[in-house]
């Protein structure tokens, strides 16, 4: 055989080994890629996105997309052929798989956390959305979560209205821990409750409850034994003039808020707030409106204008980095409030884009 031919025989070989090696050979990564997006003023299998009752609402042209990044599962183990694959990839990003399920967290309880940030976003853009058109929405502070083995197990209960701490009066949740922590461990504080069962009977006849209750607890230590605790976790609870319902499933995670609240705003305003252009976005949302940074900018990006988006809302914090690779034809527009997004929505319907606010590396 000649010498040229056995070599590249040789070489040939090798490769394959090598191949076959890396199929077999698990690194500890996990791949992101661009995910499915979906017009909030449209549908998903077969029903409204957003479902308005009891308001009336307006026709809407055009996209007000949310996006999403698909990941791999907690348990699935990348090889080392398909990680080098995903680095040399384009429209995929390789990363450490501590970065997605961090400190061993299983896919269960990823998926279970990312439901419960959904249900959250869902809930804060209904909020901002009603606040941005100047809608009173009611709120009170209610025990959101009562941690198993405190002293607050089967003495108070999830949904429970907390009117006040040693009759204080609670405005805020963060007033609950203000008011406990004033306490050394062993001492005993005084909630003055609706109980969850009695709020939810006077919300659904239309009236204020106010059939108070005094429940008195001794508070402990908590982990770093320097503060009292009494374990719950308090939260905010929100009363509607009328019925918002989001009906998206599969979906977690609190990165849609932002398009969540401005599909709301939509609906309830006369005209429409994109002129028809295809528009596509992302960022969490608080209360206030205040729009907040996500996961995997890039990949939604390229999401995004592969389904044919024009303008990208980004928040203000992923600016940076999703201004070093944008997809050709993609405007990147900064936002960081639901006003700012509106005031963009404007400018991009009147077709006068000139002082946009955009995103760049610096």
Same mark, same amino acid.
């Given at each position: 055989?000649?010498?040229?031919?056995?070599?590249?025989?040789?070489?040939? %070989?090798?490769?394959i080994a090598l191949l076959c090696a890396g199929v077999f050979i698990k690194v500890p990564y996990s791949e992101m890629s661009p995910g499915p997006t979906v017009n909030t003023l449209g549908e998903a299998r077969g029903e409204p996105v957003l479902a308005i009752s009891g308001r009336?609402?307006?026709?809407?042209?055009?996209?007000?997309?949310?996006?999403?990044?698909?990941?791999?599962?907690?348990?699935?183990?990348?090889?080392?052929?398909?990680?080098?694959?995903?680095?040399?990839?384009?429209?995929?990003?390789?990363?450490?798989?501590?970065?997605?399920?961090?400190?061993?967290?299983?896919?269960?309880?990823?998926?279970?956390?990312?439901?419960?940030?959904?249900?959250?976003?869902?809930?804060?853009?209904?909020?901002?959305?009603?606040?941005?058109?100047?809608?009173?929405?009611?709120?009170?502070?209610?025990?959101?979560?009562?941690?198993?083995?405190?002293?607050?197990?089967?003495?108070?209960?999830?949904?429970?209205?907390?009117?006040?701490?040693?009759?204080?009066?609670?405005?805020?949740?963060?007033?609950?821990?203000? %008011?406990?922590?004033?306490?050394?461990?062993?001492?005993?504080?005084?909630?003055?409750?609706? $109980?969850?069962?009695?709020?939810?009977?006077?919300?659904?006849?239309?009236?204020?409850?106010?059939?108070?209750?005094?429940?008195?607890?001794?508070?402990?230590?908590?982990?770093?034994?320097?503060?009292?605790?009494?374990?719950?976790?308090?939260?905010?609870?929100?009363?509607?003039?009328?019925?918002?319902?989001?009906?998206?499933?599969?979906?977690?995670?609190?990165?849609?808020?932002?398009?969540?609240?401005?599909?709301?705003?939509?609906?309830?305003?006369?005209?429409?707030?994109?002129?028809?252009?295809?528009?596509?976005?992302?960022?969490?949302?608080?209360?206030?409106?205040?729009?907040?940074?996500?996961?995997?900018?890039?990949?939604?990006?390229?999401?995004?204008?592969?389904?044919?988006?024009?303008?990208?809302?980004? $928040?203000?914090?992923?600016?940076?980095?999703?201004?070093?690779?944008? $997809?050709?034809?993609?405007? %990147?527009?900064?936002?960081?409030?639901?006003?700012?997004?509106?005031?963009?929505?404007?400018?991009?319907?009147?077709?006068?884009?000139?002082?946009? $606010?955009?995103?760049?590396?610096?």
């Open positions: 055989m000649p010498r040229r031919t056995a070599t590249m025989l040789a070489s040939t %070989l090798v490769l009336k609402t307006y026709p809407t042209t055009g996209h007000l997309n949310m996006t999403t990044v698909r990941v791999t599962g907690a348990d699935y183990n990348m090889n080392f052929v398909e990680a080098v694959y995903g680095w040399l990839a384009h429209d995929n990003v390789v990363v450490p798989h501590d970065t997605l399920y961090p400190d061993g967290k299983t896919e269960e309880q990823s998926t279970q956390e990312n439901a419960e940030e959904f249900t959250q976003s869902q809930e804060s853009a209904k909020v901002a959305a009603l606040k941005q058109m100047k809608i009173p929405v009611k709120s009170r502070v209610v025990v959101s979560t009562v941690i198993k083995d405190t002293p607050s197990e089967d003495r108070l209960h999830a949904g429970d209205v907390i009117r006040a701490v040693d009759g204080a009066a609670v405005e805020q949740p963060a007033d609950v821990a203000k %008011l406990v922590t004033k306490h050394k461990p062993g001492e005993k504080v005084v909630f003055t409750i609706v $109980p969850a069962k009695a709020a939810a009977a006077a919300e659904k006849a239309g009236k204020e409850p106010d059939a108070t209750e005094k429940v008195t607890i001794t508070t402990t230590t908590s982990d770093t034994g320097n503060r009292a605790i009494v374990g719950i976790q308090a939260g905010t609870d929100h009363t509607f003039p009328f019925t918002v319902d989001i009906n998206l499933a599969d979906v977690g995670g609190p990165s849609a808020g932002l398009m969540f609240a401005l599909g709301i705003v939509d609906k309830l305003t006369p005209g429409n707030l994109t002129g028809g252009k295809f528009v596509a976005g992302t960022g969490t949302i608080d209360d206030q409106g205040k729009v907040g940074p996500i996961g995997g900018i890039e990949m939604k990006l390229v999401g995004a204008r592969n389904a044919g988006a024009e303008y990208f809302l980004t $928040p203000n914090d992923n600016c940076a980095s999703a201004a070093s690779d944008i $997809p050709d034809g993609l405007t %990147l527009v900064k936002v960081n409030t639901i006003e700012d997004a509106a005031k963009s929505l404007e400018k991009i319907r009147s077709g006068s884009t000139a002082g946009l $606010p955009s995103c760049t590396t610096g």
